[in-house]
């Protein structure tokens, strides 16, 4: 499957749901990406660190899953590279009324920086 989904923990010990994308994102993957991070699966409510590999790419059905995926307020972390990728992801957050509480990053690190800010309790707008 080409998005690798984990449970981890960053060194100040906040729980997050990491994400590797690689490869071709089909639907179906899309799909079981959705049934664990979703309320009601077993990784539902953990902040999401989203790395997108420049090589990545999401086909039309994944993304219309992604528009469909339902993380309420969870804070997703994005660390994208690659310019047009960032752009087609920002559009398919605002799609999926995750805008609010999705944040980019570059790198890696800043993005675990930003997860170890995150409180249960916090609601949106998450400053940077």
């Given at each position: 499957m080409p998005?690798?989904?984990?449970?981890?923990?960053?060194?100040?010990?906040?729980?997050?749901?990491?994400?590797?994308?690689?490869?071709?994102?089909?639907?179906?993957?899309?799909?079981?990406?959705?049934?664990?991070?979703?309320?009601?699966g077993p990784l539902a409510g953990l902040p999401i660190i989203g790395v997108v590999d420049a090589a990545a790419?999401?086909?039309?059905?994944?993304?219309?899953v992604f528009t469909k995926t339902a993380t309420a307020n969870t804070p997703v972390v994005m660390v994208v590279k690659s310019a047009p990728q960032r752009v087609m992801l920002s559009f398919v957050a605002r799609l999926s009324s995750a805008a609010a509480h999705t944040t980019f990053f570059s790198n890696e690190t800043e993005a675990i920086e930003f997860v170890d800010r995150f409180t249960p309790d916090r609601t949106p707008p998450y400053p940077p």
């Open positions: 998005i690798l989904i984990q449970k981890a923990q960053t060194s100040k010990g906040t729980h997050y749901v990491h994400m590797h994308n690689i490869g071709e994102i089909t639907g179906t993957d899309a799909e079981e990406m959705r049934k664990l991070i979703s309320t009601g790419s999401f086909s039309a059905e994944a993304r219309q």
